[in-house]
């Protein structure tokens, strides 16, 4: 257990709906990051939070976005569902940012997405 | 752009055996940070090995190294004496500034 908790682990809906991931770091975690695992696009990375503030952006969508609350857990909105949003949704944290040496970021179970 | 290539979608090796994961990324930075990230069946994804690129010692963690050619742009994972547990997908991935590129990652599977 990676002490990293995402819920709901599986979540069916329909396309054009609107849906809300939610992560909660490790105690003691400041920075959360959001990724995407999709069959044809691999592991692809959205966006990182350092305590509370946008820290980094990846290949995320518009319709997409997240945030981080002042308990420090945070959630991923994705809207306008469409079928290619079908895809294993992660969240990782980590003491500080990733560049600080020695410092490892902490992946959870993922959430799986399927947009019907 | 940074990419990450990983050429071998699978790969088999025999128990005990040891087998290379190969890993090319482009960057036009000369300071950043690589990683190889397992991830098993329970999808959970776990740290094997990070290398510093102004490190030119090649990391080493227990039965996992590395081959950092940074001319090269290549960050082979070797895993000797291979074990069933070692059994998951594996990921490379390029790091700087906070933001991560990943490979497409590779399936290894452990023959008994």
């Known amino acids: 257990d990676s002490g990293v908790t995402q819920t709901p682990k599986h979540l069916i809906t329909a396309t054009g709906q609107r849906v809300t991931l939610r992560c909660s770091p490790r105690s003691g975690d400041l920075s959360v990051y959001w990724y995407q695992q999709s069959l044809d696009q691999g592991l692809q990375f959205l966006i990182q939070?350092?305590?509370?503030?946008?820290?980094a952006k990846g290949n995320i969508l518009e319709r997409f976005s997240a945030q981080q609350f002042p308990d420090l857990h945070s959630e991923l909105n994705l809207s306008s569902l469409e079928l290619g949003d079908s895809a294993l949704y992660f969240c990782?944290?980590?003491?500080?940012?990733?560049?600080?040496?020695?410092?490892?970021?902490?992946f959870g179970q993922g959430t799986r997405l399927t947009v019907v | 752009a940074q990419t990450v290539t990983q050429s071998q979608p699978e790969m088999s090796v025999q128990e005990a055996e040891t087998v290379t994961l190969s890993c090319t990324y482009d960057t036009s930075e000369s300071d950043y940070y690589l990683f190889w990230y397992k991830q098993p069946p329970s999808r959970q994804m776990i740290l094997v090995i990070r290398?510093?690129?102004?490190?030119?010692q090649n990391a080493t963690e227990n039965r996992f190294s590395v081959n950092f050619q940074k001319a090269a742009k290549s960050f082979s994972l070797k895993i000797s004496d291979s074990q069933l547990g070692d059994a998951a997908m594996y990921f490379c991935a390029y790091e700087r500034d906070d933001k991560i590129i990943f490979g497409k990652g590779t399936r290894l599977h452990i023959l008994p």
């Open positions: 939070y350092y305590n509370g503030e946008e820290r």
């Open positions: 290398q510093e690129a102004y490190k030119q």
């Open positions: 990782a944290s980590s003491v500080a940012s990733m560049t600080a040496l020695n410092t490892e970021a902490f």
